[in-house]
Nanobody, 121 residues
Framework: QVQLVESGGGLVQPGGSLRLSCVAS????????MDWFRQAPGKERELVAE???????NYADSVKGRFTASRDNAEHTVSLQMNGLKPEDTAVYYC???????????????WGKGTLVTVSS
């Protein structure tokens, strides 16, 4: 089965940095989009960054200039380098990918379980 697993969350002080990673594994034929979402308590889930296969990253306005997403297609991974973290960045961060499993003709949505990022002094 196909799985996404995030890692790298934790507690960091304002202005600090954190790097999140996500690995897709299983019977994978190809991956289209890999991206990061986040959801803070009482807030709607929002797209933080996305990378289409072979494309450039796109970012939410709130994180532009501070976050950098990167992708390794061969390793089926996506990362999110977060710098200049602010308290409002506190959220559960989820990895998402559109993946075509082997022997499938279409892409399916997969989600990781999430990793908590807390920005607090």
């Amino acid at each position: 089965q196909v799985q996404l697993v995030e890692s790298g969350g934790g507690l960091v002080q304002p202005g600090g940095s954190l790097r999140l990673s996500c690995v897709a594994s299983g019977s994978i034929q190809s991956i289209n989009t890999m991206d990061w979402f986040r959801q803070a308590p009482g807030k709607e889930r929002e797209l933080v960054a996305e990378i289409l296969s072979g494309g450039m990253p796109n970012y939410a306005d709130s994180v532009k200039g501070r976050f950098t997403a990167s992708r390794d297609n061969a390793e089926h991974t996506v990362s999110l380098q977060m710098n200049g973290l602010k308290p409002e960045d506190t959220a559960v961060y989820y990895c998402h990918a559109r993946i075509r499993p082997r022997y499938y003709t279409n892409y399916l949505n997969y989600w990781g379980k999430g990793t908590l990022v807390t920005v607090s002094s």
